[in-house]
Structure formats: structure tokens, C-alpha cells
């Protein structure tokens, strides 16, 4: 879960400051794998939360079934962390 998190974050480029933090997201999650409701917990900024909450929205989630068909919803916790890019090391021009 962690690499597709990864995969599909995406740093704010509109934040003034290069911040390093972590967002925490508390999401349910339905009886077919669907995250049904999602809300930050721990904010690192406005521009950090949305797009948290854009990356939790997107996963999918296999859940086993029960022996009497309950539809029950899962509450989970995610902690996402942002790191800005660093720089890309240009080589000088010979």
C-alpha cells in the first residue's frame, strides 16, 4: 500500500515553503473495498490535506467475506509523509 501511495502522491507545488511532515488520515472502508469516507486527523496545511485525501480516496481494498454476508465498514489510519523533491543535479557543460 505504501509504494502505490507513493506512486500516486504528488508534492504541492503551490506551498511557499519546502515542508517535510507527515499527514495522518483516519478513512472507512466499505464491505466491497471502497473507502466510502475520509478525513485528516493531523494537518500539515491546506494544500498537504487534499492531496492526502486524494491519494486515499484512490485505494482499493480486498475484503474477505464473512460466513453470514455482514456489511460491516473498516476504520483504518494512514500516515502519509511529504517530502519535497530535491533539486535534479545538472553535470556543467563541457
Known amino acids: 500500500m ?3 501511495v507513493q506512486a500516486n502522491l504528488i508534492y504541492p507545488v503551490n506551498a511557499e515553503i519546502p515542508i517535510e511532515g507527515t499527514v495522518i488520515v483516519k478513512y472507512d472502508v466499505d464491505h ?3 473507502v466510502v469516507d475520509a478525513r485528516v486527523i493531523k494537518s500539515l496545511g491546506s494544500n498537504f490535506d487534499e492531496e492526502a485525501l486524494r491519494v486515499v480516496r484512490l485505494l482499493k481494498f480486498e475484503v474477505p467475506k464473512t460466513p ?3 456489511k460491516v465498514i473498516f476504520h483504518k489510519d494512514i500516515h502519509i509523509h511529504f517530502k ?3 533539486a535534479p543535479v545538472l553535470s ?3
Do not use: E, H
Request: proline share 13%; aromatic share 6%; hydrophobic share 45%.
Open 2 to 4: 505504501s509504494a502505490f
Open 32 to 34: 466491497l473495498g471502497t
Open 68 to 70: 453470514r454476508k455482514l
Open 84 to 86: 519535497p523533491n530535491a
Open 92 to 94: 556543467p557543460a563541457v
